[in-house]
């Protein structure tokens, strides 16, 4: 079974895929490191409240959205 982390790395993946979005372009917007957004992605990192919300504002959607599907 996959743990919440990588449950929510595979939907920000998914999102970013869906945009057409490179992950080292994301990154730049999120203002992440490549490798901590390949990190959050495989979910291996564990990602801040703050974090979260600058994913979700770099994705033009709330945080609920962000969270729908988990």
Same mark, same amino acid.
């Given at each position: 079974?996959? !743990?919440?982390? *990588? !449950?929510? &790395?595979?939907?920000?993946? *998914?999102l970013? /895929?869906?945009r &057409?979005?490179s992950q080292?372009d994301? %990154?730049d !917007?999120? =203002? $992440? %490191?490549?490798?901590y957004m390949?990190?959050?992605?495989?979910g !291996?990192s564990?990602?801040?409240?703050? =974090?979260i919300?600058?994913? %979700?504002a770099? $994705? =033009?959607i709330?945080?609920?959205? /962000?969270?729908?599907k988990?």
């Open positions: 079974m996959k !743990t919440l982390r *990588q !449950t929510f &790395g595979v939907r920000v993946r *998914q970013r /895929l869906e &057409g979005i080292e994301f %990154a !917007t999120c =203002g $992440f %490191a490549r490798s390949s990190r959050i992605e495989r !291996t564990n990602l801040s409240l703050d =974090g919300e600058r994913l %979700a770099a $994705f =033009g709330s945080i609920e959205e /962000l969270f729908k988990l």
